[in-house]
């Protein structure tokens, strides 16, 4: 299978019409347009540095494409952080649709997935993330210690 591009389609088709207008429409501010192409935007991103995180990875030249086999994966991400944008639950089958999405790309980040190769591999090596997703944790310096606060 090839790569590709998520487009505001696919949303579409993962979605019944009243609810994929009302994902686009709802609570817009003045001047902001439809915000599922930045959405999609991002989940590409998320998508591609969890496929760079395993280094038998090779990401396609094209940053706007991510396997077509993390494709219903991507979109269950994006249909996610459209309701979260709206501050609205998930159902429970979307729910777990979106929790599965998170579990293959762990596993895919992990070497533990396969995924097809791409017909047009980035060809500076540097440009591929290798390392995937990490999270950074700050430890914050205690400024209130026992020895400050004695005699208050």
Known sequence: MPWLALTSADVDDYLVAAKAT???TAALGAGQTDTIPRVLADVTAYVRLAVAGCARNILDADTAKIPASLKTQALDIVIQRLHLRLDQQLKEDRVRAYEQAERILGLVRDCKQPI?????????PAAQQAGGIEQAIAIPTRKATASRLDGL
């Open 116 to 124: 097809e190769e791409t017909l047009s591999p980035e060809a500076d």
């Open 22 to 24: 009302a994902l686009r």
